[in-house]
């Protein structure tokens, strides 16, 4: 029997949902499939109105006697609803689609990743889509141009990679677009339509978008971070708040990342010195030019993520007493986004289990991208990291669906900070099986706490976008493409990089504390499966009830 907090949640989803279809086409809901969202004054005032209404439900529901689950759920619906709320009272509209990573010039790649047309009614419900296609870019195209005339812009250097990367698609002829390469065995009559749907909805529109950007970058902000637009420190407190769950001042979260660097550093310095290196710098430049540090293709580059996964699906029986049977699925960034997109990511398999859990790796330019960095951003990624979380999740069928789903509006820190603690605990599973592998775990965390301090850094202290690449090359080992993709993503999504270390920190901390108790009555496989076996919580909503959730071992 379901209760009426775990009611009110499950409608809440649905009610995101039907103001956000393409949320719900990658959570395989095809409900909506013939829609997009509307991003104009109109949709943002539904939206509005939906969380006020939500807000005044959750209060009335807190005042009964709720259940631990209960207690959880209305916890994350008020982080969800202190994020909407402050996104709007902060007209992050005005900014928010200039964004070279999922941005609205994305969309076309986005749909043929998820939408499926494997039917008539599902190709018809695409073409629809595309038909909306127009008036959506349009409302964008408002909204950049509110922000040019309130004065609150996005920075040069994303608006540069949105310009690059939309003048690409442009460009591509059509007969190549993503959505015609997904679909390359539909029936000629409805490849024909669908290119006729590309030629006259889309095309013009992304034409149009181009134009807005190429004269919208005469209006950018006059430094990098946030800190340089009007309100940019109410900006960047209510990224860290979205993005931890935190109240958390940005000199302090700064100070941790050079603590973390310094006790990273000493652990690096030992490693370069077994391998005969005078200096972490000397092994690094080794290793930047090692021919057998680097796959000779995308496909090595695929098959080696593969075989790392299979390692690690090996040894997760010793410390998982239910890892997830689902295998994670390696696939290449698309050619269109590669030069902008991250070195890797994640998107969780279909609520429905038509598509699997997908790890998408970078192979832009692979004698760019060391393989001993890219081993612990597999294990990150994948397994032990978001696979196991997020596919775990999609189990858990007491949990109303937004927890289940719309968690990752709010716990991104939770996320996070699960798969960078998913890196250490691949150290423990013995996965690195070389000190190079292990000195690139250790790369990969100095590069976590060079986020805490190059994102406070730019968004809070004016730091120049070449600070935060020095940093990231001279400290966390970053080449110079990915230290500036790295720092660009940064400037796009404020906050969002300080999600990784500070959720890393309170998983740590608990764990440590639980040892502490149990003594050699610690049970790792218990441990494990409760920090995973909730759903996605706030970081302080973990901290109150993990304990609880975690026994010791029976003597």
Not at 114 to 128: A, G, H, I, S, Y
Not at 200 to 205: F, G, I, N, S, T
Not at 283 to 305: I, Q, Y
Request: proline share 6%; net charge negative; aromatic share 8%.
């Amino acid at each position: 029997m379901t209760t009426p907090v775990y009611q009110f949640a499950d409608r809440a989803w649905m009610e995101f949902l039907e103001l956000n279809p393409a949320w719900a086409t990658v959570q395989g809901i095809e409900t909506w499939d013939d829609q997009l969202d509307d991003p104009s004054a109109e949709g943002r005032a539904r939206l509005r109105a939906l969380i006020e209404r939500w807000a005044d439900e959750v209060e009335t529901l807190s005042m009964s006697d709720l259940s631990v689950e209960d207690t959880v759920t209305l916890g994350l619906m008020r982080a969800v609803i202190s994020r909407f709320r402050g996104a709007d009272e902060l007209r992050l509209w005005e900014m928010e689609a200039i964004d070279q990573i999922s941005g609205p010039q994305s969309m076309v790649g986005d749909l043929a990743r998820f939408q499926r047309t494997d039917t008539p009614e599902r190709f018809e419900n695409l073409l629809k889509r595309l038909q909306a296609y127009p008036g959506w870019m349009a409302a964008h195209r408002a909204n950049i141009e509110a922000g040019v005339t309130s004065g609150r812009t996005a920075p040069a250097p994303v608006v540069e990679r949105c310009i690059a990367q939309t003048r690409a698609i442009v460009e591509t002829p059509v007969s190549e677009s993503p959505l015609m390469t997904a679909n390359a065995d539909l029936p000629e009559g409805q490849r024909a339509r669908l290119l006729a749907a590309l030629e006259e909805l889309v095309q013009p529109a992304l034409a149009e978008w181009l134009a807005a950007l190429e004269a919208y970058a005469a209006h950018v902000r006059p430094g990098d971070g946030v800190c340089y637009l009007p309100d940019g420190e109410a900006v960047y407190r209510q990224a860290i708040r979205s993005y931890t769950n935190l109240e958390e001042d940005p000199q302090t979260i700064h100070d941790y990342g050079l603590q973390r660097l310094d006790e990273i550093e000493a652990a690096e310095v030992s490693i370069a010195a077994e391998l005969g290196h005078e200096s972490v710098a000397a092994l690094r430049v080794f290793l930047d030019g090692d021919p057998d540090n680097h796959a000779d293709t995308p496909e090595e580059m695929v098959a080696l993520a593969e075989e790392w996964i299979l390692r690690a699906e090996a040894e997760a029986p010793k410390w998982f007493g239910n890892p997830p049977e689902e295998h994670c699925e390696v696939q290449k960034v698309e050619a269109h986004a590669e030069q902008s997109a991250p070195a890797g990511f994640y998107y969780p398999p279909a609520e429905d289990g038509s598509r699997p859990g997908m790890y998408f790796i970078n192979t832009y330019d692979p004698s760019s991208r060391p393989l001993h960095q890219v081993v612990p951003m597999t294990y990150h990624e994948a397994v032990p990291g978001h696979h196991f979380q997020l596919t775990t999740e999609r189990h858990l069928d007491f949990l109303p669906a937004f927890r289940m789903h719309g968690a990752l509006l709010a716990c991104g820190a939770y996320v996070e900070g699960w798969a960078l603690y998913s890196e250490r605990l691949s150290a423990e599973m013995g996965l690195y099986h070389t000190p190079l592998e292990r000195f690139g775990a250790w790369e990969s965390e100095a590069h976590r706490a060079a986020r805490l301090v190059v994102d406070t850094g730019m968004h809070a202290f004016g730091w120049t976008r070449q600070q935060s690449i020095d940093v990231l090359k001279e400290r966390a080992g970053l080449s110079q493409l990915e230290a500036e993709i790295e720092t660009d993503r940064y400037l796009a999504w404020p906050g969002q990089a300080l999600s990784y270390m500070m959720g890393q920190r309170e998983i740590m901390n608990l764990r440590a504390q639980l040892e502490q108790r149990d003594g050699d009555r610690f049970d790792h496989q218990a441990f494990h499966d409760e920090v995973i076996g909730h759903g996605s919580l706030p970081l302080d909503v973990l901290r109150e009830n993990l304990p609880a959730w975690v026994q010791p071992r029976a003597e």
